[in-house]
């Protein structure tokens, strides 16, 4: 808090179920993207690259594995004296019985109490759930000049998707917000929220107390939060993030997320060692790539032993592809084994799956990508 | 389990790494791409619940205090464990006052300050697992005063020359310890891992300090032999000793081969190391990669066959590296062929096209040099 008196809230409480048997056991923000990040870590690594010291982790669904995760604020270098990671599942408190969070601005509401303990100036809200890297510092900078009582980063998306989106309709010249729309039929505009606030925390308060009151609201920032304040009159403001940025929701947009990183000089370029994306340090073996291994256009990390083939594929920690396998154009997630023989194609395997001896999986040409999240059995 | 505290030794005045130890010391050296040689006795120590380690620098202690850092990445609690980094000061390189002995004496406090009953000296240059737990209990029930660990080998004719050997009667009772000479193909090669009481090492350090300003921690055992019950115990498994540079190269490249490495790496017995935060290894269409083990971080564009990679390393288009090992962000640039080569951290391999050395003598490539 000593840098620039923000702090961040993550909502990282959501399913995301149409990641189907991925969020089976996990939170959306803890499933495992890039090779050996969790899509968490993404926000958590801005915040900690952005200045930002103090964070509070809004969970509820299949929280266990997120909340000792994200608790171990020191894989993000969130440790120092006046910093921390908090995780922030539903509680019971003294004067009300013990409520899930009803949205993702009841999630707040309920931890006023954590957010007034910093009295921050502004509080930063921000989704557990999004690919991207972004300096949170500039964004303020920026709130501040425009002397905003809340700021919106907004992306540039293609005219016709823009109908999928929150859309912000602004004023050309000073990027004042005139009107939001969620999922218009007719957009005005193709500059999408990206769900990341910067509010003025007394203001925000404010509302949080007054919505929590309300039978009406549903309680969520983009419904009834950001409407509410344009309805005032309030100083909103967006602020145009260019660069690499994704809302996975779907198996295929997952695999096409992880696909992105084979691109050289691709956009989100993990490999920038001013903006380092932070995970948790696993022990394992370095890379072992065999006598007969093949690799071609591979994304693949520590932990690895690779005696196939691989062509056009994310590999995360611990893969293990035996001799005369074939993984194309495939995403294969943690600790996942493909015996010898066998053929992998188009595929998204889930953490610690077996493919056993010279079994077939996916398809060259099928319209989605396979989530291959049980065991396959091979020749015997 | 018997209590016990850990010390972690430099490479003695007999052994120097041509090249990479110019620059740190020999723990301190890149093994296997993404390990420091002294993450082996660390994660030895940590593995067998030695909790108290002291780690000796007496040269270059940058890089090495760089790595090691507050310890907490090696898996040791940090309330009741300590990795404690302790310097010899008052010593010039290659002096012969140089020796283990005076850095003990130097940090004598440090050491009579432990309330641990026993002590486990291990080297930072060599590269082995071993549970000290179990080493510890055959000790106390041999009854004997010193433990030494060695190894045996059948090429002791040509190889581990800077080492010293153990030589043993029948009941693995040690009768002296030698220099090998490379007079005998067949040799129990002294591991420098000592185990004993406190307060004997205490004893022990003092007596050697009066007997010869030059003495060290062998010298004073070699010349106990005869008054102290000290045996040898066999250690079985991958060991390398990395006290020249023929034996940093080989050492590495025979860990690529993953049968090799599983006598090295067991389950269940984790060798930490420091995270560098790199994001994983890329490789591009042109890539071409066999037999070799690659760190994170790195761009692949080349031919890689048999080498070992280290991280954030660059092999553009039509390059070929063979053979060698290639430290932390170092650049081997389009069409230049690196062969039987140890490249150090940093180095760029651009201009000249042919960079190859005769197999039996590896090169060597300076850090951050531009060829």
Known sequence: ?380 | MYNAFGIINPSNRHSWVEGLETYRPSGAFSFMGRYRVIDFPISNMSNSGIDRIQVYINRKPLSLTDHLGSGRHYNINSKRGRLQVLFSENTAEHDIYNTDISAYMENIECIQRMHHPYVVIAPSYMVYTQDYSELIASHVNSGADITLLYHSVDNAKDHYLSCNVLDLNRQKGVLAIEQNHGTAKSRNIFMDTYIMKTSLFIELIHKAKKMSSMYTLTDIINYECSELDIRGMAHRGFFASITDFQSYYDSNISLIDFKTATELFHEGWPIYTKTNDSCPTQYFDTANVTSSVVSNGCLIEGTIENSVIGRGCVVKKGSVVKNSIILAGAVIGENVHVENQVVDKRAQLIRVKEIVSNPSKPGYIKREDVL
């Not at chain 1, 910093?118 to 510092?137: C, F, Q, R, T, W």
């Not at chain 1, 957009?187 to 990206?194: H, I, Q, R, V």
């Not at chain 1, 932990?303 to 691989?310: D, P, T």
């Open chain 1, 1 to 380: 808090m000593k840098q620039n008196n923000m702090l961040a809230m993550i909502l990282a409480g959501g399913r995301g179920s149409r990641l189907h048997d991925l969020t089976n056991k996990v939170a959306k923000p803890a499933v495992s993207y890039g090779g050996k990040y969790r899509i968490i870590d993404f926000p958590l690594s801005n915040c900690a690259n952005s200045g930002i010291d103090v964070v509070g982790v809004l969970t509820q669904y299949e929280s266990v594995l997120l909340n000792s995760y994200v608790a171990a604020g020191r894989r993000w270098g969130l440790d120092a004296k006046d910093s921390g990671v908090f995780v922030l599942p539903p509680r019971e408190k003294a004067d009300a019985n013990l409520n899930v969070y009803r949205g993702t601005a009841d999630a707040i509401s309920q931890n006023i109490d954590f957010v007034d303990s910093y009295a921050p100036e502004h509080v930063l809200i921000l989704s557990g759930d999004h690919i991207y890297k972004m300096n949170y510092a500039k964004m303020l900078a920026e709130h501040r000049a425009n002397n905003a009582d809340a700021t919106i980063a907004v992306i540039e998306v293609p005219m016709k998707e823009a109908s999928r989106f929150g859309i912000m309709n602004t004023d050309k010249e000073t990027g004042r917000i005139v009107e939001f729309e969620e999922k218009p039929e007719h957009p005005k505009s193709n500059l999408a929220s990206m769900g990341i606030y910067i509010f003025n925390w007394k203001l925000l308060r404010k509302m949080l107390v007054a919505d929590m009151k309300n039978a009406e609201s549903n309680h969520d920032f983009g419904k009834d939060i950001i409407p509410t304040l344009l309805n005032d009159g309030k100083n909103l403001f967006a602020y145009k993030f260019k660069g690499y940025w994704k809302d996975v929701g779907t198996i295929d947009s997952l695999w096409e997320a992880n696909m992105d990183l084979l691109d050289a000089n691709n956009e989100l370029d993990l490999n920038d060692s001013t903006w380092k994306i932070y995970t948790e340090d696993v022990t394992t073996l370095p890379q072992y790539v065999g006598a007969d291994a093949d690799i071609k256009r591979s994304f693949i990390t520590q932990g690895c032993l690779i005696n196939g083939e691989v062509k056009n594929s994310v590999l995360f920690t611990g893969a293990q592809i035996g001799a005369g396998a074939r993984i194309i154009d495939s995403v294969l997630m943690p600790d996942v084994v493909v015996e010898e023989g066998a053929l992998v194609q188009r595929a998204l395997v889930a953490d610690g799956i077996r493919i056993g001896k010279n079994a077939i999986v996916g398809e060259a040409d099928s319209e989605h990508i396979e989530l291959i999240a049980k065991r396959v059995k091979g020749e015997e």
